[in-house]
């Protein structure tokens, strides 16, 4: 399975993103998916993630209110949608596809995981 992830890029505070995930080859449409991320220096970061049918999503406390994640089964496509970035949101960010089908904050629930896409926020 391989995932990616595209829409990343450099844009200034207060500005919005928005990134895809998809997969090739591979339906997506049963399994949970997750937004992580990583900065320079520091360890992974969980950032939201949505159920196989999005009846549920969840998010990390510093991305709440701020960023969105949805899906589209039909297009084997998962998005994350940031608005109001701050600086503090540059890192890379990666997709990946969960075990099973649930929403979950936890890294070791993911099997397979994109190459990342690069997001900056300037001040």
């Known amino acids: 399975v391989q995932l990616q992830a595209s829409g990343g890029g450099l844009v200034e505070a207060g500005g919005s993103l928005r990134l895809s995930c998809t997969a090739s080859?591979?339906?997506?449409?049963?399994?949970?998916m997750g937004w992580f991320r990583q900065a320079p220096n520091t360890e992974r970061e969980f950032v939201a993630a949505?159920?196989?049918?999005?009846?549920?999503?969840s998010y990390g406390d510093s991305v709440k209110g701020r960023f969105t994640i949805s899906r589209d089964n039909a297009k084997n496509t998962v998005y994350l949608q940031m608005n109001s970035l701050k600086p503090e949101d540059t890192a890379v960010y990666y997709c990946?596809?969960?075990?099973?089908?649930?929403?979950?904050?936890?890294?070791?629930?993911?099997?397979?995981w994109g190459q990342g896409t690069l997001v900056t926020v300037s001040s």
């Open positions: 949505i159920m196989w049918n999005a009846e549920r999503t």
């Open positions: 990946a596809r969960a075990l099973r089908g649930f929403d979950s904050s936890t890294a070791s629930d993911y099997r397979y």
């Open positions: 080859r591979y339906t997506l449409r049963s399994y949970g």
